[in-house]
């Protein structure tokens, strides 16, 4: 099956039938072969396995020596290169993304611009230069995440990090009353989440054991929506937000946001969503699906940097300015203020009479890192050339494959005690690229040291879950053959 077609048929939450040879390398690079969006492999700089067991800083950075670019003569790679040099698996942009290798240039233009005409790159834009002034640079980066995200530009803002929006958000969203006073969340949010909602509850006054709401898997890590949805409707009357993630880190459990956030709205909740593991890996429609407002980190699917500025998104009818009773008493809805969330027509009266900007922009509070946004806009550049529908498309059938390779392992393994189970959903559209897989906890150990030593680089979280992601902005099918290959002999299978 052509690649175009197996990745429509995933759509329909199919799955493709594959041929005898398909755990064969050749198979895997017939795929790449097809693959449109393979390209922008060399947009980015994959670790190599020498370069991962780096200890100084030599000034030197990792070429591209896969063995796929090898045979095809990507970035001057030739197949006589030393297998040290090889490209590393890379399937930890769950994690972090691989770095984009158009950060240098843009962080550069910063650096010189800084260093040419210091404040007045606030106001000025140099020729020849990727970057908008420093002042217009936020809501750039926001007009370039509207396709990541499914928004309008003037419901997404870039500032600060995940966990301080997550925070503004609630305390401009989570309004505690007598009657309705419960956060609902997930069995196992990750760690900033569960801190963030907690403390809120205690900021109020209120007791966590009685105002957080945590819904609970099935045996398989499963968050079912009808289960979900159960529990709105038990907590309904008391119940002030919902906060999930639209997909669970752990598990890879892509939600249904347009069902859940519906129906959250319909019983008087505000639907909240942590989108860290979404936003760059599956498509969204935020403003469609009418979600409250949703949170996410840029270090992960969109390849920023470690700690990169996050974005956020506030749905349009919460981030109007109603100017009825006058100019200089704006009606919008509270929020915790700060300079750079005043219009910027008159950010700089500094008449200290704030004045919110219309949309998710008045949410901001401080001058953002004009490094961090070089960075995320070097990052959204590479998004510009592709789509997240096209992305997508990639990540389906990537993932397809994963899951059809470890399936083939399965099948050989002892049927009684078998080594893995897989806990991410079978389904393909219920589920991002990552794929979770559950060792025996006595084998944790032994994979982990074959998949280094095989040059991969992917997410542990003990007891025994390993997190494979291949990332369709840079990973190969390719890729995922050799991983499967390496796996497969650590298990002796």
Not at 100 to 107: C, H, S, T
Not at 317 to 327: A, E, I, L, N, T
């Amino acid at each position: 099956m052509e690649l175009p077609a197996m990745s429509k048929r995933l759509r329909t939450g199919d799955y493709p039938d594959y041929p005898s040879n398909a755990n064969s390398i050749d198979y895997a690079r017939t795929l790449d072969s097809q693959d449109k969006l393979g390209h922008l492999r060399k947009q980015f700089i994959i670790p190599s396995k020498k370069s991962s067991k780096k200890k100084v800083l030599d000034g030197t950075l990792p070429k591209d020596h896969s063995a796929y670019a090898a045979s095809n003569g990507v970035n001057g790679a030739s197949a006589a290169s030393d297998s040290e040099d090889e490209s590393s698996i890379y399937f930890v942009g769950n994690s972090l993304g691989a770095q984009p290798k158009a950060v240098r240039e843009y962080v550069d233009a910063q650096l010189e611009t800084w260093g040419s005409i210091g404040v007045g790159g606030h106001f000025a834009e140099l020729e020849q230069s990727p970057l908008v002034a420093w002042q217009d640079m936020a809501e750039d980066c926001a007009k370039k995440s509207a396709d990541l995200v499914g928004a309008s530009p003037s419901e997404i803002v870039i500032m600060n990090t995940l966990s301080v929006n997550l925070h503004l958000m609630m305390a401009a969203f989570y309004k505690p009353s007598e009657k309705r006073h419960k956060v609902i969340l997930e069995w196992r949010p990750f760690p900033s989440d569960h801190y963030v909602i907690e403390s809120q509850i205690q900021w109020h006054g209120l007791d966590p054991k009685n105002s957080m709401v945590q819904i609970q898997p099935d045996e398989d890590y499963f968050l079912s929506t009808e289960k979900i949805l159960a529990t709105i409707d038990e907590h309904a009357d008391d119940t002030a937000i919902m906060l999930l993630p639209g997909i669970q880190y752990y598990s890879g459990q892509l939600l249904d946001i347009q069902r859940i956030t519906k129906y959250a709205q319909d019983r008087g909740i505000v639907a909240a969503w942590d989108l860290a593991h979404a936003a760059g890996n599956v498509e969204l429609k935020l403003h469609d699906w009418n979600v409250d407002w949703a949170c996410w980190c840029t270090y992960k699917y969109i390849c920023a940097g470690p700690g990169s500025i996050a974005g956020a998104f506030v749905h349009e009818r919460h981030g109007k300015v109603d100017y009825s009773q006058g100019p200089d008493a704006p009606i919008f809805r509270h929020r915790l203020e700060g300079w750079y969330g005043h219009d910027k027509s008159s950010r700089f009266e500094m008449d200290n009479k704030f004045k919110p900007t219309p949309g998710a922009g008045g949410f901001q509070l401080s001058n953002p890192s004009v490094i961090d946004l070089a960075s995320l806009s070097a990052a959204l550049s590479v998004f510009a050339q592709t789509s997240m529908h096209d992305l997508r498309s990639k990540s389906l059938a990537l993932t397809a494959y994963a899951q059809h390779l470890l399936d083939s392992m399965l099948a050989d393994a002892p049927k009684d005690n078998p080594p893995f189970r897989i806990i991410t959903p079978r389904d393909p559209m219920q589920r991002g690229t990552q794929l979770s897989v559950l060792l025996r906890e006595e084998l944790m150990d032994q994979v982990s040291q074959a998949l280094v030593a095989g040059g991969v680089m992917c997410d542990k979280r003990k007891p025994g879950v390993i997190r494979v992601a291949p990332v369709a902005l840079y990973c190969t099918f390719e890729d995922v053959c050799t991983f499967m290959r390496i796996m497969r002999q650590s298990l002796s299978l």
